[in-house]
């Protein structure tokens, strides 16, 4: 799936964000910021390094962060949006990581939780766990598409918002059935269900 936005655009809105709620203290850093897996040796000490900084991380991180938003929420709108708050979020949370863990595993847990917090304010879990057959036939047809990437998340977004994000989070992401249960609000067996119907789905989709 190809980024919808320029990379210069979507950063401009996160840095502009920032400096109009919490300008960059120079006295704030991080620690154990020399084992994260983004290269930073440490929270910036002043704006210019600042800026920097988070091009730094932008770059390497804003690509994965929008295809998982984007196959979470269906909706190309809707994911760069969730993506831009992503990292102001990472920012204003950045004196919490410690290092315990890669940077990019802290930051793929943040937009875990960031992304679900979005679904749920857009009113997703009022339609999204139909348990039916047929609203997944009901998924329209694909279009053709480039490339077999392209051609799956595609297929994707063409799901009911229920099974595409038990999808995402099982198939995709590795989760567990409990572990989602708890993450949507919802009982094991269901997402179960919603599994099996977007599997079917999706394999009668790519067969078309």
Known sequence: MEWPASYRQGLDVVEAT??????????????GMSQ????ASSAPANSAAAETFLAQIYTEYSSPIHTYAFRLLGN???ADDV???????????LSTFRGEAAFGTWLHRLAVNVILARRTSLGV?????DDSAAALEMA?????????????????????????QVFVLHDVEGYKHDEIADMLGIVAG?????????RMALRRHLDR
Do not use: C, N, Y
């Open 18 to 31: 920032l400096r109009a709620i919490a300008p960059v203290r120079a006295s704030e850093t991080v620690d």
């Open 36 to 39: 994260s897996d983004s290269g």
């Open 76 to 78: 190309q709108e809707d």
């Open 83 to 93: 993506t831009q708050d992503v990292f102001i979020r990472a920012w204003q949370k």
């Open 125 to 129: 879990e009022r339609r999204r766990f």
């Open 140 to 164: 329209p047809s694909r279009p053709h598409a480039p490339d077999a990437a392209m051609d799956f998340d595609d297929a994707v977004s063409r799901l009911p918002d229920g099974a595409r």
């Open 190 to 198: 269901t997402s179960k269900s919603q599994l099996h119907h977007a």
